[in-house]
């Protein structure tokens, strides 16, 4: 079988640095790094099964509506995965609040079904959905990392930054706040992609 | 009335959907390299979502929240279908653009052919579908605050979009890093214009 098929979206063609899809949930929910794993596996999740069905329907979607056909079956494993959450881990599921209901909207998805379930058999469909999930949950884990040590002190919630360290115990640290503002997501994204492109020329835009 | 102008406010500049919650990114980042698709665009995002909230909002009150179908019946007062909202929400959004985009094709070729690539594309756009959510969590008390915060939300996009359009047309004639060229700057401008949005967090409405 083609190897590009799970290698590519992870370095080459990934789905945020490269192809910009599926930023909106991506930097929401990377304040911490508990959320941010959560989020990868359901994006991961849902983008290969959902890839899987609709390539196995792809042959008897009427073309004119198979926008909402496919944001259905989408629609379904969010569903899943939202209730699997609020029955099972709910403090995770209100911490990331709208941004579960969101993966349905989320650009990766509807971008693998239009560009590659559509065309393709299930089982390579579905793969191509798990690695374009993981190529994304790769960044998002990433930057999550970032932004919990350095905003918090913290990862997984656990302390890492010495107590003593910090200036109200007579230390010298003090937490960066910039970090868990929302609008540092951005730019810590964008400092990713400026890694890449330097390392990748061929990416680099004229 | 000052409360809604108050939740008008609030939704364009304190809780704008780009800045805020990084709603409507990816064609944020996609459509904003001329103003004028933009402000098309952004025309198009403010419709939508300023309908579809008040039907979303509806649906939610009568059929979905736990409870809501008493009136059909006293029995169904247990009955809790919040777990569909996702689905009901998503179809409706997606029939309605569909719905906009026949209506659009058949009355007004003109502006279909300026508008038509754009049209499908409000369907996944997460600010769309992120307003009906938010409107479900935040609980908003009638059909006429989530109607305010869907035109509130819609109208904080667009001013996000044009803005970010006007800054990139003026970012091609100056010297970029070749590695950060294009996507890069515009992802840390969009983070710099988050910062100069948090400013209107101080205020208290």
Known sequence: MNKDIYRKPIFTANPITVLVLGICSALAVTVQLKGACVMALSVTLVTGFSSMIVSMLRNTIPNRIRIIVQLLIVALFVILIDQFLKAYAYDVSKQLSVYIGLIITNCIIMGRIEAFALGNKPIPSLIDGLANGFGYGMILVFIAFIRELLGSGTLFGYQIIPQSWYVANGGFYENNGLMILPPMALILVGCIIWIQRSVQKDLQEK | ?205
């Open chain 2, 1 to 205: 009335m000052q409360d809604y102008i108050n939740l008008f406010v609030k939704s364009i500049f304190v809780d704008n959907m780009v800045f805020a919650f990084f709603l409507g990114m990816c064609s944020f980042l996609a459509v904003s390299k001329s103003v004028k698709t933009a402000t098309g665009l952004g025309i198009a995002v403010v419709f939508v979502l300023a309908v579809t909230l008040p039907i979303n909002y509806l649906l939610n009150r009568y059929i979905l929240a736990p409870g809501a179908l008493v009136w059909l019946n006293p029995e169904y007062a247990t009955l809790d279908l919040s777990f569909l909202s996702f689905i009901v929400f998503i179809a409706v959004i997606a029939a309605f653009v569909q719905i906009v985009e026949m209506v659009v094709e058949k009355y007004s070729p003109t502006l279909y052919s300026s508008l038509g690539i754009f049209l499908p594309l409000i369907a996944v756009n997460c600010a769309v579908l992120g307003g009906s959510l938010f409107m479900q969590e935040r609980g908003y008390a009638n059909v006429g605050e989530a109607f305010t915060f869907g035109l509130g939300s819609g109208f904080g996009w667009m001013l996000a979009i044009v803005t970010m359009a006007a800054i990139r047309e003026k970012l091609s004639y100056s010297n970029v890093p070749k590695p950060l060229k294009g996507l890069g700057i515009s992802f840390i401008i969009t983070g710099l214009m988050g910062i100069a949005f948090m400013s209107f967090m101080g205020i208290k409405l």
